[in-house]
Structure formats: structure tokens, C-alpha cells
């Protein structure tokens, strides 16, 4: 008997991986379905998108919208001519074809501009509201430059520009604080002191001031009138010692012989004067004190 060969022979076992495989492998039929519909969407979103540029350009450009009626405040520097072309609207122009947001950023770029509000009123009312900085005194870095009330340096110094500012010596770009920084002592109390101008410009009139002195160690000094007085406020307490400085000059008024050289209210307890000059019947100059 050849027992090489079994009696019993094994089924073979087919390839069910691969069936499975080429089950799942979509036919013709189906990646022309998926491309038909795929070209569907391209098609339904160009329609859309041409939909919307059809209906942007129309409410853009109809008359419907023009702008009749243009109200702009606050504006003190800035020409209306010069506002309407910063927002990008003019009498007559559509009010769509700017967001209130762009036109307010685009004002607040002018380097003039602190704050601008912009208020739309379909179909045809803008509404424009400006707050323009207000310049206190010139600084004086390397380069001139001006601050505002806030104590933040907005612009260069032009020829056009306000004249007759305070100019600010003895600080460097290092004492300078922008995007809200803590203030050096040396800034603050300078800003602190123009801040409180309804207490000073009493006392000194802006044109009075021509020049404040910052110093880390003795804090600020006026040079004001003509001929310059300087006048040592040294740290803090700045609305007590102008009250004081007003009585001071109040009482200098009525002694009209002297001229005054120099005040110290670096101590607005103990005023210290010094004469321009000798006082009659002394050869140096003598310092007078005001309790």
C-alpha cells in the first residue's frame, strides 16, 4: 500500500482578506456617483458665492443707501473734509460700504484722534464722534515730542503744531512708559503735576511756563515769566504747594521793588525767595523765607 498519498484530502481554504478587499473597493459606479456629487457642491458654493457678491454690490451701490445725513462732533483740529476721508465716507457716498468699525480705526490712525465713535442709522445717518487729544507739554528726548493730557507721546513736533507749551527737560526714552507700563517716579510726578492744570494754570498761565525740569534727586522746577524765575516744586504734594505759590506771588505783586530770581516750595510749609538782585544796603544777594 502507497501511504505517500492521504486518504483523505483537506478542502483548500480560500483567500478571504482578499475577497473582503475586493468587496469593499468601490465600483465605477460609485466614484462616478461621489464625483457627480462633488462637482454638485462645487457648483451650489460658486452660485453662492456669486449670490452674495450680486447682493453685496447691490446694497453697496444703491441710492437707497446713500449717506444723506453726516453728523460729525468734536472735532476741534480736524477739517470735516479730513474726517470724511480718514473714515472713508463722504455726503452722498453709500453707509454700507464701511463698517463702523473700520471707519472708527481708521480715525483713531490720525495721530490727533484718542477715541472715535462711529454710529450707523439705516438707511442714510452716520453719526461720527471724535475725542482729539489734548497736548500739555513738549518733551524733549534727543527729538521733540508732544504728550497729552494722559501722559502718553502721540506725535513728532511740527511747525504747525501748538506753540507756547511747556518744554520738558531731563528725561530719557527709559522714563518714558507707553501701553500702559508703570510710570517712573520721575514721569509720574510730571504728569501728575500737568494733570492738575486747573490748579497751576490759575497760578500760571500755560504761556507763563517755559520750561519744566525733571530731576531724579530734586524733583521738578518751573522756569516761568520773563524774565525766568525758577521755581523748585520738588516731589509731590503739587496742589498744596500751587495754592502756596499763589499767595507768594500774590504778596511779590504788592512789593513791586523786587525781582525774584528764584522760589523754593519744595516745602509748601517754608517758602524760600531768593532776589534777583542785592537787596538795598547788601552787597550779596540775600534769600527771604515766607512761613
Known amino acids: 500500500m502507497n501511504r505517500s498519498r492521504p486518504l483523505i484530502k483537506k478542502p483548500r481554504k480560500q483567500n478571504r482578506y482578499k475577497q473582503r478587499e475586493d468587496s469593499e473597493r468601490p465600483s465605477w459606479l460609485q466614484r ?13 458654493l ?16 444703491s441710492r437707497y443707501f446713500s449717506a444723506r445725513h453726516l453728523e460729525v462732533t468734536g472735532n476741534d483740529r480736524l477739517e470735516l473734509d479730513e474726517v470724511y ?4 465716507i463722504s455726503p452722498g457716498g453709500n453707509v454700507l460700504s464701511v463698517s463702523p468699525k473700520q471707519m472708527s480705526q481708521r480715525l483713531e490712525s490720525h ?3 484718542a477715541r472715535a465713535a462711529v454710529n450707523r442709522q439705516l438707511p442714510d445717518r452716520i453719526d461720527i464722534s471724535i475725542e482729539e487729544r489734548r497736548p500739555l507739554a513738549v518733551l524733549d528726548l534727543g527729538e521733540r515730542f508732544l504728550m497729552d493730557y494722559n501722559g502718553e507721546i502721540f506725535k513728532r513736533i511740527e511747525e504747525s503744531d501748538p506753540q507756547g507749551l511747556p518744554l520738558v527737560v531731563g528725561l530719557s526714552f527709559s522714563d518714558i512708559s507707553v501701553s500702559g507700563e508703570v510710570m517712573s517716579p520721575a514721569f509720574k510726578a510730571l504728569v501728575g503735576f500737568l494733570q492738575d492744570g486747573a490748579d497751576y494754570r490759575q497760578v500760571l498761565p500755560d504761556f507763563s511756563i517755559r520750561a519744566i525740569a525733571v530731576d531724579r534727586d530734586m524733583g521738578l522746577t518751573l522756569f516761568a515769566f520773563e524774565p525766568s524765575v ?7 504734594g503739587y496742589t498744596r504747594k500751587i495754592q502756596r505759590l499763589g499767595q507768594v506771588l500774590s504778596t511779590m505783586d504788592r512789593e513791586r521793588g523786587m ?33
Do not use: M
Open 32 to 44: 462616478l456617483f461621489g464625483a457627480v456629487v462633488f462637482l454638485g457642491l462645487c457648483a451650489l
Open 259 to 291: 525781582r525774584i530770581d528764584a522760589i523754593d516750595i519744595s516745602d509748601s510749609d517754608r517758602v524760600v525767595i531768593r532776589p534777583a538782585g542785592p537787596l538795598p544796603g547788601n552787597k550779596k544777594r540775600a534769600r527771604k523765607e515766607v512761613i
Open 85 to 88: 476721508s480718514l473714515a472713508g
Open 46 to 61: 460658486f452660485c453662492a458665492a456669486l449670490a452674495f457678491i450680486f447682493i453685496h454690490d447691490y446694497f453697496t451701490q
Open 111 to 113: 495721530p490727533w484722534v
Open 230 to 236: 525758577a521755581i523748585r516744586l520738588g516731589w509731590g
